[in-house]
Every structure is written in structure tokens, then in C-alpha cells.
């Protein structure tokens, strides 16, 4: 029995492994997904509808609703696997073989002779000692006598083509690589950090190095600016029977906080508006 089980696993071990299943190019990408009809509506769909349904309903795309969990219908019908988008040229030029047995030479079209520009200086120095005077004597006289500038003067007389250096290269400059590195790595926010250390470091410098002036010393109109009058108030009048009787309200916590709110009033009135002049300040 042992030696029949391993005859059998050296069958099936020596068998040709099946080779694996490729899926085709219309199970990668399958076709497009065709416009819903009144056939592929089951119930609770979300476009299940009551009523008379025709399959051009679901061909509006303002009508048609989003399945869950499906895409978005198109509504528009497409062709089918067979279809090739795009333009299909047909080569005309034989393709590799006849590439590959002559090579097609461009052939150099035939050049016009140049003609050279009409002598009009000339022509009228000509005319005008054969005493010919009118427009139309000039026109007879420049068609029997056609005289033209000579290569060499016509050269002369062109304006020649400006000199440029022989590596000078025409066109717009390419645009230098991005640094990728340097972005990786932080380098420009270090850089501004080194930037922002510097700069505090030579404002420092500079107030240590500023000159400290010396003590301000008070003149007259400093002394004048700041003097506040004294104001002389006369005592209020109080009946007789009235002078004896104390206060019965005290909002003052402690006398001497009382007489520095007095001072401070007294100190006050002159610039306060009002009778008792606990009115508002008269300067803005």
C-alpha cells in the first residue's frame, strides 16, 4: 500500500501543471455600460416609476437618478467592442520593407533667377536730358529703356544682416529644475529662520551700540505746561443748627481716603464745567 500511494504522487508529480488562465482584454476592461431601459428596472430600484415608463425616459440625464453603490448613468448610448475611436490613416508608403529597401533623397527644387531691381535713378537722369518731361513720355522711355542694378550694387545697397556671435542660441531660456532636495530637507524654511536669527542679532547690536542720552533737564515752558492753579473755594454756608450733626452715611472707607478724593476735586475744578463744577471737562 505504501509503495502504490508513492507511485501515485510520482504521477500526478510528473503530470504538465496546467498553465494559468488569462483573462482576455473584454474581462479587463469591459464595455462601457449601456443606457438603463424599461427591462433592467427592478423593484426598489431608485428609478423604479408608476405610470406609462418608455426607455427614453431613462436616457435624460436630468431624470435619471443615481443607483446606490453604482456609477452615475451616462445615458447615452455607445458603440461597441468593435468600434475604433479617432482617425484611421492608411499607410501609403509601403511601411517597413520599402523603408528599409531605398532611401527616399529630397529633391531640390529648381531656383527662379534673381532679378534685379530696376534702376529708377537712371532711367529718370535718362529721360530727363532726352528732354522728356510728362508721366507717360517717362513710361515709354522706362519701357525702351530697362536699366537695372548690378549684383554687386544691389548688394551694397541692401541692408546686411546684423553680426551675432556663433554660439548664440534663439528662443526662449528653459526654466531651471526644481530643487526637490532642498524642498525634501526644509532648506528654504531654514534658511528664513537663519535670515530672522541674523536680522534680531543686528538689531540688538545696533541698540547696544545707540547713543543714551543724558537727563532731560525741565525748562520754564515745560515747568508752565505742566503747573495747575490752585483754586481758592469758599466754604459752603450750613445753617447754625446743622454744623453740629454728623454724617449718617460714610462712603469713604477711611478718612484719609476721603480727603484724597476732596484734593483730587479741588484739583479738578477748574478745568470741569457746572456750578459745584463736577460737570464734564471743558477742554475736548
Not at 481758592?232 to 480727603?259: C, I, N, S
Request: proline share 9%.
Amino acid at each position: 500500500m505504501p509503495e502504490a500511494r508513492n507511485s501515485c504522487q510520482d504521477l500526478t508529480r510528473w503530470k504538465k501543471k496546467k498553465p494559468p488562465v488569462r483573462r482576455t482584454v473584454s474581462q479587463i476592461c469591459p464595455p462601457p455600460r449601456r443606457p438603463l431601459t424599461v427591462a433592467d428596472i427592478r423593484p426598489g430600484m431608485e428609478n423604479e416609476r408608476l405610470g406609462v415608463v418608455r426607455d427614453s425616459m431613462f436616457q435624460n440625464p436630468l431624470i435619471v437618478k443615481a443607483e446606490l453603490g453604482k456609477p452615475r448613468e451616462r445615458s447615452c448610448s455607445l458603440p461597441g467592442i468593435n468600434f475604433n475611436y479617432g482617425l484611421y490613416i492608411r499607410g501609403l508608403d509601403g511601411g517597413v520593407p520599402e523603408a528599409i529597401g531605398h532611401w527616399n533623397v529630397f529633391k531640390q527644387q529648381p531656383t527662379c533667377p534673381h532679378e534685379l531691381t530696376r534702376n529708377y535713378i537712371a532711367m529718370n537722369r535718362g529721360a530727363v536730358k532726352a528732354g522728356l518731361v510728362t508721366a507717360r513720355e517717362n513710361l515709354h522711355y522706362r519701357q525702351l529703356n530697362d536699366i537695372r542694378i548690378s549684383d554687386q550694387d544691389d548688394r551694397r545697397l541692401k541692408k546686411e544682416p546684423p553680426s551675432l556671435p556663433p554660439n548664440m542660441t534663439f528662443g526662449i531660456r528653459a526654466r531651471p529644475s526644481t530643487p526637490f532636495f532642498d524642498l525634501l530637507q526644509h532648506r528654504y524654511q531654514q534658511l528664513w529662520v537663519q535670515e530672522q536669527k541674523d536680522t534680531q542679532k543686528a538689531i540688538k547690536l545696533e541698540k547696544k551700540h545707540k547713543v543714551i542720552l543724558g537727563k532731560l533737564y525741565e525748562t520754564r515752558s515745560s515747568q508752565l505746561r505742566k503747573y495747575k492753579p490752585p483754586m481758592g473755594l469758599d466754604t459752603l454756608w450750613h445753617m447754625p443748627h446743622f454744623q453740629k450733626v454728623g454724617p449718617h452715611l460714610a462712603t469713604f472707607p477711611t478718612e484719609a481716603d476721603r480727603q484724597r478724593a476732596f484734593k483730587a476735586h479741588r484739583e479738578e475744578c477748574a478745568v470741569r464745567q457746572g456750578t459745584l463744577r463736577m460737570g464734564n471737562y471743558t477742554h475736548p
